[in-house]
């Protein structure tokens, strides 16, 4: 059961902000990275408490049908799974795996927390997005992030709950860990590898357990997309 003040993470395209043209942090390099290039193809997937399932994701199909079930068939589903297909189907779209849709999330003034040759830790309260509902579940949140100082992009995205908290006045959020590791594209931008979400806890005096893992594999650039972001470029 997932209450209705809990909004489902997704790999949902956010806007981005804008940032200064000449990075001084390593976090600043990381979130002023290229958005740009090829489109993919890929396969995805996904294991929730309704489905779990095989897919191919290509964005070169009609919008609506970017999603294309290979395991188990369409047909064989019921219940529950058949309505959480058709929520995939209808909601995935190629643009929604970049890690960089995560910078929306991280605010200004995210602190290091450590730092090896390659890498750079910050920590944060995570910034919501416009939805008041989203905004009281990531209010009492921590969010820490993970990027290159080789070559800046994200590395790694999570977001955890150190105590219980209450979203509503009819609800308690007992546990909460969202973490996102990212892969590099061919053309050098990082994408949601894989991804981990578990949050339970009680609304309307029922108790409720979510959980989802997520893996994207074999990105194919699809013919004619824009290839002007190579690996290193900036």
């Given at each position: 059961m997932r209450p209705a003040c809990l909004p489902r993470l997704s790999l949902i395209a956010l806007p981005?902000?804008?940032?200064p043209a000449f990075a001084e942090t390593p976090l600043e390099a990381a979130l002023a990275a290229p958005t740009e290039g090829p489109t993919y193809r890929f396969d995805l997937k996904i294991e929730d408490n309704d489905l779990k399932a095989e897919a191919q994701v290509d964005p070169s199909r009609p919008e609506g049908e970017h999603l294309t079930l290979i395991s188990p068939a369409a047909d064989t589903l019921e219940g529950k799974a058949a309505e959480r297909y058709a929520e995939?189907?209808?909601n995935t779209s190629g643009d929604k795996i970049w890690c960089n849709n995560f910078n929306q999330n991280i605010p200004a003034d995210a602190k290091m927390i450590?730092?090896?040759g390659d890498a750079a830790v910050y920590s944060f309260t995570p910034l919501p997005g416009e939805?008041?509902?989203t905004a009281k579940v990531y209010k009492p949140l921590t969010g820490r992030v993970t990027v290159s100082k080789e070559?800046?992009?994200?590395?790694a995205f999570e977001m955890f709950a150190e105590k219980p908290f209450k979203p509503a006045m009819?609800?308690?959020?007992d546990s909460f860990s969202m973490t996102a590791n990212c892969g590099r594209a061919p053309d050098g931008r990082t994408y949601v590898q894989d991804l981990a979400l578990d949050v339970s806890g009680n609304a309307m005096m029922q108790a409720f357990s979510q959980s989802e893992r997520r893996e994207v594999t074999n990105l194919v650039a699809l013919p004619g997309t824009s290839a002007d972001t190579a690996l290193g470029q900036r």
């Open positions: 981005l902000l804008a940032f995939l189907k209808e450590s730092e090896s939805d008041k509902e070559k800046p992009a994200i590395l009819v609800a308690r959020i």
